[in-house]
C-alpha cells in the first residue's frame, strides 16, 4: 500500500482561480507537510500540520487534516502563474525514526 | 539565506562505476537524509544520518550504497557499481530536528547511468 497519494494527479485552473489538492494516506502519523517542486528543481517546503491540528494557514495556503478519514488538502487561494509546479504531500509515519513518505504528487498549471 | 548545496548538478557514467554524490547541508542542521526521484516518479527515501551513524534506511539502500560525512561540512552519498535502474536524481536534505520536521533540500544531482 502507499502512503501519501494525492489526487487529481493534475489540476489546470486560471490565475486567479483556487486550487485544492487532496492527499490521502493509510497509516497513523506525527505530522503531514506539503512540498512545492518546479520543474528541475529541488523541493521546497510548504506547511506542515500536526496531527493534533485540524486546520493551518500560511499566506495563501491552507492546509486541513482529517485524522479520522486520513486525509488532507492543500487551498490555494488567488492563484498566480508562479504556482504552477508539482506539490507533493509527504507523511511521518507516527513511530518512524525519521523518514519521510512522500506521494506522487500533483502537477499545478495556472494559465495567466 | 542558508541553502543545502549539492554537487554535482549532473553526472553521466557508464554501468559498474562508483559515483560519489555530494551535499553540503545547512551549517547548523544535525540530521541529514538523502532521497532520489526517478524521472516522473515520486521522491522515495534512502537514508537518514545523524551523530556520524545511519538512523534509519530504505529497502532501496542496498550494501551498493553508502554515505559518510568525512568531515564538518560535507555529507556524501556512494554507489560503489551503478546499474541503469540507479539512473535519478538525488537529493539531498537537512534539518535541526529529530524526526522530520521541515526538511531543507539540495537542488539534486542528475545521476545519469549507460
Known amino acids: 500500500s502507499q502512503q501519501g497519494e494525492e489526487d487529481p494527479q493534475a489540476l489546470s485552473i486560471q490565475e486567479g482561480e483556487n486550487a485544492t489538492m487532496n492527499c490521502s494516506y493509510k497509516t497513523s502519523i506525527n505530522n503531514l507537510q506539503w512540498y512545492r517542486q518546479n520543474s528541475g528543481r529541488g523541493l521546497v517546503h510548504l506547511i506542515l500540520i500536526r496531527s493534533n491540528e485540524r486546520e493551518k494557514h500560511s499566506g495563501r495556503l491552507r492546509v486541513t487534516l482529517d485524522t479520522s478519514k486520513k486525509s488532507s488538502s492543500l487551498l490555494i487561494t488567488a492563484s498566480r502563474a508562479a504556482d504552477t509546479a508539482s506539490y507533493f504531500c509527504?507523511?511521518?509515519?507516527?513511530?518512524?525514526?525519521?523518514?519521510?513518505?512522500f506521494g506522487k504528487g500533483i502537477t499545478l498549471s495556472v494559465r495567466p | 539565506e542558508p541553502e543545502v548545496t549539492q554537487t554535482p548538478s549532473h553526472q553521466v557514467t557508464q554501468m559498474g562505476q562508483e559515483v560519489i554524490l555530494r551535499c553540503v547541508p545547512i551549517s547548523n542542521h544535525l540530521y541529514f537524509y538523502w532521497y532520489r526521484q526517478i524521472l516522473g516518479q515520486k521522491v522515495e527515501f534512502l537514508v537518514s544520518f545523524y551523530n556520524n551513524e545511519i538512523s534509519e534506511k530504505s529497502e532501496i539502500f542496498d550494501d551498493q550504497f553508502s554515505v559518510e560525512r568525512p568531515d564538518g561540512s560535507n555529507f556524501t552519498l556512494k554507489i560503489r557499481s551503478t546499474k541503469l535502474e540507479d539512473s535519478a536524481m538525488y537529493f539531498c536534505?537537512?534539518?535541526?530536528?529529530?524526526?522530520?520536521?521541515?526538511?531543507?533540500f539540495g537542488e539534486g544531482s542528475r545521476l545519469t547511468v549507460l
Open positions: 509527504a507523511t511521518d509515519a507516527a513511530g518512524a525514526n525519521s523518514k519521510l513518505t
Open positions: 536534505a537537512s534539518s535541526t530536528l529529530a524526526g522530520p520536521g521541515e526538511l531543507f
